[in-house]
């Protein structure tokens, strides 16, 4: 078992819609991180949070610590917004960043 | 101010011959992460890197693979004797400050190496 799940691997939607991605994780973190990478390849962060919620232009990720998952959601779908979405955690007291599949999302006009 | 740069954008090797990979982190980021992401999975760490250290190296694989940052100059990713199960798309990663403070990874474009 991943110690990095996503849901689902693959999303398909019609512009407009509220789209919701989900992360579960099963090791202790220091940080969580939401980053978008699209089909040319390069990656963009999107989020790094430890507790709560943030929100970005359209974007929200939220975190419970305690249930160890996270939620990235999309608001107004578009399809300048398809793309893989990969949840990232860093565990406690290390650098470095365990990756999810990623979730690949493609909006249709 | 320019985000992480990597070069070559994509590399081409025969098998046997050497890959190095370049990453120069954001102005003022001191630590450098690279990973690698082969075809259809998902990405993995392979060494963390401060100038002139190596912090952590426990996703390299044990043979082919160094990394170094020198004090001056990039970040150099080098795989001797490529073979194909190397072709891969290998991101850097800086950041200006270690963890476990509030600290962001910034992603470079990737190298995407192909080993014929």
């Known amino acids: 078992k991943n110690e990095v799940e996503q849901s689902p691997q693959n999303l398909t939607a019609q512009e407009g819609e509220f789209i919701t991605i989900n992360c579960s994780y099963s090791?202790?973190?220091?940080?969580l991180h939401w980053l978008q990478q699209h089909p040319g390849g390069g990656i963009v962060s999107l989020f790094m949070?430890?507790?709560g919620k943030k929100k970005h232009g359209r974007l929200i990720a939220t975190i419970n610590i305690q249930e160890k998952h996270s939620s990235l959601h999309i608001t107004a779908s578009h399809p300048r917004d398809s793309a893989v979405y990969i949840c990232a955690v860093r565990g406690i007291n290390t650098d470095k960043l365990i990756f999810g599949t990623g979730t690949r999302l493609q909006v249709f006009p | 101010n320019a985000g992480v740069m990597q070069n070559p954008r994509h590399l081409v090797r025969r098998r046997g011959q050497e890959a190095r990979l370049r990453c120069s982190p954001m102005?003022?980021?001191?630590?450098v992460y690279w990973y690698r992401q082969l075809p259809e999975e998902g990405l993995k760490f392979m060494v963390y890197?401060?100038?002139?250290?190596?912090?952590?190296e426990s996703g390299m694989p044990k043979e082919r693979f160094s990394a170094e940052f020198p004090k001056e100059g990039p970040s150099i990713l080098r795989i001797q004797q490529v073979v194909r199960g190397d072709s891969a798309a290998y991101f850097c990663?800086?950041?200006?400050?270690?963890?476990?403070?509030?600290?962001?990874?910034?992603f470079g474009p990737g190298t995407r190496l192909t080993v014929l």
């Open positions: 949070l430890s507790s």
């Open positions: 102005k003022g980021h001191s630590h």
């Open positions: 990663a800086s950041s200006p400050l270690r963890a476990p403070s509030d600290n962001e990874q910034f």
């Open positions: 890197l401060q100038k002139e250290n190596i912090i952590d």
């Open positions: 090791v202790g973190i220091s940080a």
